[in-house]
């Protein structure tokens, strides 16, 4: 378990500074009944991370005692994918160099006015189809699956990669807690949105090699 564990540590980073949650639960704490709010969209995304990263595993046969050489492959065509998503999103950047300021995306700005069930499906999208979150979540699941490891333990091993990768979703709702103040947390919203393409970039392009180099380690044998 603990070399499961050790494998899938390094895709925990994803999760963890993935602008777009954060500065989804920064949005509803300012906004009114936001403690409530926040608490609700935070335990989605956990809850949502956990069954979305066993169904992976399940669907990559974590429970079996088999390595099956697709698994190296799929990893390979994950990693090559996102390269390419990464070099698409460098020349993007490039030609937009010049622009202003980023604007705050229009979802944000709505999220003071979401009901609970359209905080749950926030949550829930920014999981399924984020590539950076669900890169983290893959890349966990096929760590996982070349150890293994008796059901339970998978279940306790999923949960705990998930609350490691949600160490930048619960930042927020510990900084309220503590008492920091809404300037506090409106300065982090603003940097994690000038920061949000290259922070993706440079994620995407961490997990393609990483990605690229368990495949190719897995057809190696």
Excluded: C
């Excluded at 494998?7 to 925990?12: E, F, S, V």
């Excluded at 160490?167 to 994690?192: F, K």
């Excluded at 290259?198 to 994620?203: D, E, F, Q, V």
């Amino acid at each position: 378990m603990g070399k499961a564990f050790a494998d899938m540590l390094p895709y925990t980073l994803g999760l963890i500074v993935s602008p777009f949650p954060v500065v989804a639960v920064i949005a509803l704490l300012i906004s009114a009944n936001g403690r409530a709010k926040a608490l609700l969209f935070e335990v989605t995304w956990l809850v949502m991370s956990w069954v979305v990263l066993l169904a992976l595993i399940t669907f990559l046969g974590a429970t079996g005692h088999a390595k099956p050489a697709w698994v190296s492959w799929v990893a390979l065509a994950a990693g090559i994918l996102l390269l390419l998503m990464a070099l698409s999103g460098i020349r993007r950047a490039a030609r937009r160099r010049q622009r202003a300021a980023p604007e705050v995306p229009r979802w944000i700005a709505a999220m003071d006015t979401l009901t609970p069930p359209r905080i749950v499906g926030v949550a829930a999208l920014l999981i399924i189809a984020n590539p950076v979150n669900l890169a983290s979540l893959a890349g966990g699941a096929i760590a996982a699956a070349r150890e293994p490891l008796p059901l339970g333990r998978q279940l306790v091993l999923a949960a705990v990669f998930v609350v490691i990768g949600s160490l930048g979703v619960l930042a927020p709702y510990a900084t309220a807690l503590t008492g920091g103040g809404e300037r506090r947390l409106q300065w982090m919203r603003g940097w994690l949105i000038r920061h949000n393409g290259a922070l993706s970039l440079l994620l995407l392009l961490v997990f393609a090699l990483l990605f690229l180099s368990r495949g190719l380690r897995g057809l190696a044998g």
